[in-house]
């Protein structure tokens, strides 16, 4: 029986961990070009199941699993497959785009911060959101240039702001679970309990900043990847208003979401603009 069943098996593993953690993400991904939704399915599985065993693996030994999941990710980057479908995924995806080592040991480097509380200042946030955001967006967009190390180098800095831009956001959105339940507080020096509108108004400057700068970005890209990425940027965009409108005892009390329903609308609403070229 050839390899090409388990590699193939083993895609369908990434694709159903987003689909199960991340329907925003998923309808972005299906936006896409097909040449690209494997790529991206692939990064995004092995970057979610690694955030899930330091956020999720409580009840055993984090440090221990998380040792093993870096470990097998290097052996098989030099091996070229692994046993542990998800790491393969990623690592015949890495492998196809040349995508640089430095940032798979960002994201590992940041990952192993949540193994233990952690107090930020502006450069260990700065290091933080490299690592399990910056890099995140390089490598979807070494899969969208698809070997264009022009492009690559061009779009690299909206792509890095783009993945801060979200991740900023999902750290507001999280700010009480993350505090209550994990007992950590991203943003710099933030006093949890004096959380107030003047600190929230700085916070969401810096986001809507970089959200500003990611849009230009995102026009830039290769058709078959642009409407995808469009997509969720819009769906955070329209997360990221809502907490604004909240007052900041509101954005302490619980998460803020939005409905699916919210989502298809979003969806059909930025594929028509898409489709008259109106991003």
């Known amino acids: ?65 998380w040792d093993e999941y870096e470990r097998d990710t290097w052996l098989a980057l030099e091996r070229g497959i692994s046993a542990n479908p998800v790491i393969n995924t990623f690592v015949q995806v890495v492998r196809k785009y040349n995508i640089d080592y430095d940032l798979i040991k960002a994201f590992h480097t940041s990952m192993k911060l949540d193994l233990e509380e952690q107090k930020y200042d502006p450069s260990l946030f700065e290091k933080y959101i490299h690592g399990s955001a910056e890099v995140v967006g390089l490598m979807c967009l070494k899969v969208f240039c698809d070997g264009n190390e022009e492009m690559y180098e061009r779009l690299t800095e909206s792509a890095k702001k783009l993945g801060s831009a979200l991740q900023k956001v999902n750290f507001l959105r999280d700010i009480k679970d993350d505090f209550a339940l994990k007992g950590r507080t991203y943003f710099p020096n933030l006093d949890f309990s004096k959380f107030d509108k003047k600190i ?59 409905n699916n329903l919210l989502k298809l609308f979003i969806l059909t609403k930025s594929f028509a603009r898409y489709k008259l070229n109106l991003l």
Request: aromatic share 12%; with cysteine.
């Open 1 to 65: 029986m050839s390899i090409g069943l388990y590699h193939k098996t083993a895609q369908e593993c990434n694709t159903v961990i987003t689909k199960r953690y991340s329907t925003s993400f998923t309808l972005g991904i299906k936006m896409l070009g097909k040449q690209y939704q494997k790529g991206i399915f692939a990064i995004y599985g092995y970057v979610r199941l690694g955030d899930e065993i330091v956020d999720s693996f409580h009840d055993f030994d984090r440090q221990q699993i």
């Open 200 to 258: 929230k108004d700085v916070i969401e400057e810096d986001i809507q900043q970089e959200f500003n700068e990611a849009l230009e970005g995102i026009r830039q890209l290769p058709d078959g990847s642009r409407i995808g990425v469009y997509i969720a940027y819009k769906y955070y965009l329209k997360l990221f208003k809502k907490i604004k409108r909240k007052k900041p005892q509101q954005v302490l009390m619980g998460r803020i979401r939005i």
